[in-house]
């Protein structure tokens, strides 16, 4: 009758309550760090490829493993996007080279726009998939530790957010053209207000690693600007071009 008083005392309970959340906050912290800093090796993560229906799919992406059990339709034996299972094969993301050496982790070459494209991607599996750890090589040390080549990625993924961002900034003080394709008549560009004209996009270089163009519209007082290409076929004051 005296413990039952006790236990059923408000203040004792509160006490327990607090005890108990002490002891949660304590621990779960460690647990989670646990989980997190599971450490794989390229031989472990390749047992996790799908053949295996008594253990989880996993596949890498710049080091991070994420379990992709629950796409098995895709990441499983037979699906599309099986190539990715079993490895960290990060390059394929942009590359489309889903055999043999395109199968790799290596960035090497990528733009910044591509290399952007994968850090994206990744953030795309943290947002809807579980993630389990890293895998211990170009990305990560034995330790966990993000290496150079992660660093490195990130910052040049960084790179290439701001470049777009100034090439958007730029490209907006010359308005584009308008566009259209129909099989039948293939495509024309014009423009409401000015005449359409090809211009280099000065900063795709460092974006892509390759020099592109645009359409864009000019008045007729800025046609004597250098870079200016009329279309091929095109009136010099026409506003549509078939192109």
Known sequence: ????????????????????????????????????????????????????????????????????????????????????????????????????????DSLRGLSSTEVKSIVEWREFYFRSYTFVGKLVGRYYDNQGNATKYLKGAEAKAARGAQLLEKQKAEEAKQPGCNSRWSQDEGGEVWCDTGFPRLVQRPLEIALTGKMSKRCACFLEDQLDQQGLEVYEGCDYLAQTCRV
């Not at 008083?5 to 309970?13: D, H, L, M, R």
């Not at 647990?31 to 390229?42: N, P, V, W």
């Not at 047992?47 to 499983?76: A, C, M, Q, R």
């Open 1 to 104: 009758m005296v413990v039952k008083k006790i236990i059923s005392s408000p203040f004792v309970a509160i006490a327990v309550l607090v005890t108990l959340v002490a002891v949660i906050f304590r621990f779960s912290p460690k647990l989670l760090l646990s989980r997190q800093q599971r450490l794989f090796t390229a031989e472990e993560l390749a047992l996790h490829n799908g053949t295996d229906e008594s253990i989880p799919i996993l596949l890498g992406i710049l080091g991070s493993v994420f379990d992709v059990t629950k796409g098995k339709s895709h990441y499983g034996v037979g699906g599309g996007y099986n190539h990715f299972a079993g490895r960290d094969a990060s390059r394929a993301f942009v590359s489309g080279n889903f055999t043999g050496d395109g199968l790799t």
